[in-house]
């Protein structure tokens, strides 16, 4: 779980005790608004994802970040830790599985992305682009961390919305169950030893489907 710590933190100065100190999974808790995007001719072009982390990730990730105002980031301050964010996560597929009419969905680079600080918490905002935007039958997303080591919730107002879709097309979404019993007696060893093809962390996505007729 080191490897993926590093990858998802490897900006922020960190003395933390995410993984000596905590018991469990997951440590870095984000909040889930995203959207998926269509173009004029009713296309799947990509999802906007805007994540937001827990407190504790934020403050630790801005740590040591130079700013005109203390306490205050602007988009510009933030540039340089929501590019090692962003290019971290390309390793872990942006923990955003999918099939778009019963393909796996083949995603470009990220762009458009930037971390808003707001509240004491970081957003990150990013854009997965469809590298072939196709007319959609059905899409099956899946946002979660495989390792557990993030936890994904879904935003209680709205967390998924369809833009510029086509009026007949349908979303539905649906909650991980509760994890706290199934992760409260498994301790870092287990993750640590865990095969990174263990599907373990399968059991927590947050599943997002859509049918267009």
């Not at 827990?54 to 203390?70: C, H, I, N, R, V």
């Not at 090692?84 to 393909?103: A, H, R, Y």
């Not at 495989?146 to 709205?158: G, I, T």
Request: hydrophobic share 40%; with cysteine.
């Amino acid at each position: 779980m080191t490897r993926l710590f590093k990858a998802l933190l490897a900006s922020a100065v960190l003395t933390l005790a995410f993984s000596s100190g905590a018991d469990a999974h997951p440590h870095v808790f984000v909040t889930i608004k995203s959207e998926i995007v269509y173009d004029a001719e009713g296309k799947v072009t990509g999802i906007r994802h805007a994540w937001t982390f827990d407190d504790m990730f934020s403050t630790y990730a801005t740590q040591g970040l130079e700013s005109k105002q203390k306490g205050v980031f602007t988009r510009e301050e933030l540039a340089a830790l929501a590019e090692v964010n962003v290019t971290s996560m390309k390793e872990f597929d942006f923990f955003t599985q999918g099939k778009l009419n019963g393909e796996k969905i083949a995603f470009g680079d990220p762009k458009d992305y930037w971390l808003d600080f707001k509240d004491q918490v970081l957003t990150l905002n990013f854009t997965l682009p469809v590298k072939t935007p196709v007319r959609m039958r059905d899409m099956n997303l899946d946002i979660y961390d495989p390792a557990y080591f993030v936890s994904f919730e879904l935003a209680e107002s709205e967390p998924i919305r369809l833009v510029a879709a086509p009026a007949a097309c349908k979303l539905s979404v649906a909650k991980p169950n509760d994890s706290s019993a199934q992760t409260k007696n498994l301790g870092e060893s287990f993750f640590n030893q865990m095969d990174p093809k263990n599907p373990f962390g399968t059991q927590f996505a947050n599943k997002i489907s859509v049918k267009c007729p």
